[in-house]
């Protein structure tokens, strides 16, 4: 199923105004359910090679691999392959688990943005592009958060692939009617939903999971898009680290291996697989930065599988 937005106003008669309050009450009751269930740490592994031999596919599976309640943030700076990533997510974990529920959430987005990604990904399309006001935006985040927690608390796994936290908090942030006026014009109450949103991402004990994969924007050169950007620093258990010296160098995936990584990533990967990412990161190590990326993508290049490159590089390549 595709939502093909944009996110209309409805008309708010009398029979309009009874059906958004029963709305709201079944909304809360999910939330309620959802967050009634003990989340866990990730462990069950969302295995992206499965699905798709792309380059920055295999490098997240060694590097920054993604379990099911997954909290990830993806770190970009302008003009380095954002857009294309995130279509090869959604392509990736439909093709790999197809019990998995994946929704892509494009809030403020270019519209020709949108119908690319509607055409190319093989997901539950939810946008509201930036012809539209702020409402249709907020809208249309708050209908992706209650039918992802409604889900997730039935015992589903869903995944949501958002582009991007800084744009949902500007808009949350145009919204915003607190008492204050923080660094860099952010509302003292505009982070509070999107907290909220991103934070919801966990597996639950009882079954089901929430995954969120979330572009965060960084390097834009406004004030407001790096406050937003620390107020979500150290949120997620997962990072991926987009690298623009290696996007202007040409080399992709333009991916900082450095500082890309996974919290407790033990959990969800084999022993033996462990192991052989230990020895790669220890080795990327020694190098610079930008050789490291080069290296990485050198690998990937020579063995057409990740397990191919780990037996090399446990036998010294």
């Not at 930065?289 to 397990?307: C, G, Q, S, V």
């Amino acid at each position: 199923m595709r939502h093909r937005g944009p996110y209309r106003r409805f008309r708010q008669g009398p029979r309009q105004e009874q059906q958004h309050a029963q709305q709201q009450h079944r909304r809360s009751d999910a939330e309620r359910i959802f967050q009634d269930k003990t989340p866990l740490t990730p462990f069950e592994w969302i295995r992206f090679e499965n699905g798709s031999k792309e380059p920055a596919m295999r490098v997240v599976d060694l590097l920054s691999p993604v379990g099911k309640g997954q909290r990830g943030l993806i770190v970009s700076p302008p003009k380095v392959g954002k857009t294309t990533i995130l279509k090869q997510f959604c392509l990736a974990a439909a093709a790999t688990d197809p019990n998995l529920k994946v929704y892509c959430m494009l809030v403020d987005e270019r519209p020709e943005e949108v119908t690319d990604f509607r055409r190319s990904v093989k997901a539950e399309i939810f946008a509201s592009s930036n012809d539209r006001p702020f409402e249709e935006h907020i809208r249309m985040g708050q209908t992706v958060y209650q039918k992802a927690l409604t889900e997730a608390g039935s015992g589903k796994d869903v995944l949501i692939v958002l582009d991007s936290l800084t744009r949902l908090a500007r808009v949350h942030n145009t919204a915003s009617k607190g008492d204050r006026t923080m660094t860099g014009g952010l509302d003292s109450r505009a982070m509070e939903w999107p907290r909220k949103f991103f934070g919801a991402a966990r597996k639950l004990e009882e079954g089901g999971s929430l995954t969120i994969l979330a572009t965060i924007l960084v390097d834009t050169g406004s004030r407001m898009d790096e406050v937003i950007f620390q107020e979500f620093k150290g949120t997620g258990n997962m990072e991926l680290v987009l690298f623009r010296p290696a996007a202007e160098a040409r080399l992709f995936p333009a991916i900082h291996v450095k500082n890309t990584g996974t919290r407790r990533e033990e959990l969800l990967l084999p022993e033996p697989v462990l192991q052989g990412v230990y020895k790669l990161r220890r080795s990327l190590s020694s190098m610079g930065d930008l050789e490291a990326t080069k290296t990485m993508i050198e690998l990937i290049r020579k063995y057409p599988t990740n397990e191919g490159l780990l037996a090399a590089v446990q036998g010294g390549m």
